[in-house]
């Protein structure tokens, strides 16, 4: 049986319309994942691809600069950090002249449709080039270089940018490309200097890139439970050496022996002198004296190594959806394609860096909170919680001159529970250090269960400590345990006993779907009926690698697994170099496919198995003709990624034997069950971060019950970027689940992404992704 296989699917000489792909200015991690989407995508599209490279120096040079590129011309890049095309800041495109010689080398290979990745300075050159491309046209055909046909044929330029930077520096994106691996380096950085830090009692003042973007320094400095922050958008006032210095006695008077310091390479104060963190170093050498500091200046290894999952798997839709964008727009004007909640948005290039430039205005103005505001409501968020997640019970003013609120507004200190039900997530301890922190600067107090349900019926809690919880932001596993058991009726009983003598406020449980059934089961009416102790609000926060909860996009520790799954699904690339092989991989996730869509979107797998779709005998038929194919025109490797429970027939070891069978001798036949190694090692940037968002929600939850008397049980989660409580409901069939889980997750929308762009002999069509146009 031989597979419907299109030859558009690998040629570069059809007859459609050309584009051209180039990368610019500094080079970002995942630029090569957006390139090798463009390709495929207008492959698939009967398009022909060029490669432009060293930037826009290409074009200007011509000849071997720009070439046409085959399917597999970008095989074996979405782990290769920086850009295979190569990127330079050409000087020759500033001129006139330059930009008339990049029109006429395009245009004589019909290119008249760009996607430009990189920073704002290189799609502000794209616009320009954009609007000045009929002029230039005119002016090579009057000059005698260009035939009028070829002008009337290509009247205007098509643009499409996509942001590669590292700095995640321009508005109306959640996230650049590069970003997010470089928090990642950041991150491994800080963890390691800690264990250090710890040992001497010391202090380190780590700066970070960014140019004039405090993004990563405030992202590292919440994610690496930093005890201090310098960044553009927030800069201290007056006497602000007086006050980091007393900052930073009170936290090593509290118990703190390891001390970090983030500074953002544009740091500055009010005044808009530059701090730098050779400064910050001496300052802090002088005034706490001891071993002194130590600074370490990251530089460009931010920007280097392999991208991290996120930045494989949205490039790689970014550059599906230029791609489409830019071979069906009708009218020219240039296009910016970014990520919101997961989902494309389409930007304007224009209100775009006007956006982007309401932030330099602002702080020139010394409108720093409208500057924080304009870098998006994460980065608002988070720089206002920062204070108070690194400032000890009664401490003075932080660094930047602005002392967390502290009012209890007479009332007692609250006493709140905190426990672990489910399986392990990595995460579940940064949610609880955020707790602890967040709790502190009222003066509640969090008590943490030890064994999770069965620990809260024996009464085994005790209250965290301000300093104890410090360095748990970055630990992996589960400091206080977690199991996968509900309350029987005797420990429901058990538990109502310990809330009375313990005289709890509120319980708030981070786990997957054990803890939304035992909240579902403890705040059941007629449970709370029997036992009036019970009467309290129960505040679910989800942490699941399976990512299968409901009211939450993304639950705690599944970033980490898709890391995790990755990393392994790389290595295995590597195994197979040498031979013919192929691999089918299984991961965990119960009955939800996440890990399996997504891992297979980032590491290129010709075919991914999910749950959520019926596994046919004709489809394995298929997929086995394919692979055959495949290894006959010359492929080392063909990955097949099966979620744990695709099918009941068709297991792991079944899909094994069945192309093991149709391979014969052409190829040998893999499998790999991954296991508990992806419920494992430290959070990921983005897991810490959502444990902190979640976990302020989720007291912010307590204290709207508290107040309004109208305690219950709930799950916080973020939906479409924002915070969502859904209540829950009594026990369902005796599950005690009470809310269902969303029958169309965001991520199922990514399929026929990975389809089109990984296996070049599938029937899948291009289809468009849901965009947002921001008017």
Not at 62 to 83: A, C, F, N, S, Y
Not at 351 to 373: E, G, K, L, S, Y
Not at 462 to 486: I, K, P
Not at 710 to 723: D, H, I, L, M, R
Request: glycine share 12%.
């Amino acid at each position: 049986m031989q597979p419907d296989v299109a030859a558009s699917v690998s040629r570069s000489d059809l007859p459609g319309p050309a584009l051209g792909v180039l990368t610019s200015g500094g080079d970002a991690q995942g630029m090569n994942a957006a390139v090798r989407a463009v390709v495929r995508t207008a492959l698939r599209l009967g398009a022909r691809p060029y490669a432009v490279h060293e930037g826009w120096g290409g074009a200007v040079a011509g000849g071997p600069g720009i070439r046409p590129l085959g399917w597999d011309d970008v095989g074996g890049v979405l782990h290769v950090g920086g850009t295979v095309l190569g990127s330079a800041r050409c000087q020759e495109f500033r001129t006139r002249e330059g930009r008339r010689a990049a029109a006429a080398n395009l245009v004589r290979q019909g290119i008249d449709r760009l996607v430009v990745i990189g920073g704002d300075g290189s799609l502000r050159g794209a616009e320009e080039f954009r609007q000045e491309w009929p002029e230039l046209l005119a002016e090579l055909v009057a000059a005698g270089e260009l035939d009028e046909a070829v002008r009337l044929a290509h009247p205007r330029l098509a643009v499409a940018g996509l942001v590669g930077s590292i700095d995640n520096d321009l508005a109306g994106t959640d996230m650049t490309i590069g970003a997010d691996t470089a928090l990642h380096r950041i991150l491994e950085a800080v963890d390691a200097l800690r264990s250090t830090a710890a040992s001497h009692r010391r202090t380190f003042v780590v700066e970070v890139m960014g140019r004039h973007c405090g993004y990563l320094a405030l992202m590292a400095a919440v994610a690496g439970g930093a005890d201090a922050v310098l960044v553009p958008e927030d800069p201290p006032g007056e006497g602000w050496r007086d006050a980091l210095a007393e900052h930073l006695l009170a936290a090593r008077g509290a118990g703190l022996r390891d001390l970090i310091v983030i500074v953002a390479e544009g740091a500055t104060d009010r005044a808009g002198n530059p701090i730098t963190s050779q400064d910050v170093g001496a300052l802090v050498t002088e005034r706490l004296g001891g071993e002194g500091a130590r600074v370490t200046v990251l530089g460009h290894v931010q920007r280097g190594g392999r991208p991290s999952a996120y930045d494989r798997w949205m490039p790689t839709l970014l550059g599906y959806a230029a791609t489409q964008h830019v071979l069906s727009v009708s009218d020219a004007s240039a296009t910016v394609l970014g990520v919101r909640h997961n989902c494309i948005t389409l930007l304007p290039l224009e209100r775009a860096i006007a956006a982007t430039n309401a932030v330099r205005d602002a702080v020139a103005a010394q409108d720093f909170a409208a500057a924080r505001v304009a870098r998006g409501g994460s980065f608002a968020s988070l720089a206002a919680s920062f204070a108070q997640l690194c400032s000890p019970p009664d401490l003075p003013p932080d660094p930047t001159g602005s002392r967390p609120a502290r009012d209890d507004g007479g009332r007692p200190p609250r006493r709140i529970a905190v426990l672990h039900a489910g399986g392990l997530a990595p995460g579940m301890n940064a949610a609880v250090r955020a707790l602890v922190r967040t709790a502190a600067v009222t003066g509640d107090r969090v008590l943490g269960v030890q064994g999770s349900v069965p620990g809260l019926a024996a009464g085994d809690l005790r209250e965290l400590g301000w300093a104890e919880v410090d360095d748990w932001g970055g630990q992996g596993g589960a400091v206080l345990g977690t199991r996968r058991l509900l309350p029987d009726p005797d420990q429901v009983a058990a538990i109502a006993r310990v809330v009375q003598e313990q005289r709890l406020d509120a319980l708030v449980l981070v786990g997957g779907g054990e803890a939304y059934r035992t909240a579902a089961v403890l705040t059941d009416p007629e449970v709370v009926g029997a036992h009036p102790a019970l009467r309290l609000p129960v505040v679910c926060v989800p942490a699941t690698i399976s990512n299968d909860l409901p009211g939450a996009d993304l639950s705690i520790g599944a970033d980490t697994a898709l890391n995790t799954v990755v990393e392994a699904l790389d290595k295995v690339r590597m195994s197979a170099s040498a031979s013919r092989r192929c691999f089918v991989v299984e991961t965990m996730g119960g009955a939800c496919g996440y890990l399996a869509m997504m891992s297979g979107l980032a590491a290129g797998a010709e075919r991914v198995y999910l749950p959520e779709e019926h596994l046919t005998v004709r489809e394995l038929a298929a997929d086995a003709a394919r692979m055959t194919h495949t290894f006959q025109r010359g492929r080392r490797l063909w990955l097949a990624i099966r979620g744990e429970e695709a099918s009941a027939s068709y297991t792991t070891d079944v899909l094994t034997r069945v192309f093991e069978e149709e391979g014969g001798d052409l190829f040998d036949v893999r499998s790999l069950v991954l296991g508990h190694v992806q419920d494992g090692g430290d959070p990921t940037p983005f897991d810490r971060l959502l444990a902190t968002r979640l976990a302020r929600a989720a007291l912010g939850e307590v204290d709207r019950q508290l107040v309004s008397d109208e305690p219950g049980g709930c799950c916080v989660g973020e939906v479409a970027g924002a915070s969502a409580v859904t209540p829950l409901g009594p026990p369902v069939g005796g599950s005690g689940q009470g809310v269902d889980r969303p029958g169309q997750p965001w991520w199922l929308g990514l399929r026929p992404v990975g389809d089109v762009v990984n296996d070049r002999y599938s029937t899948a069509e291009v289809l468009a992704v849901p965009t947002a146009v921001d008017r």
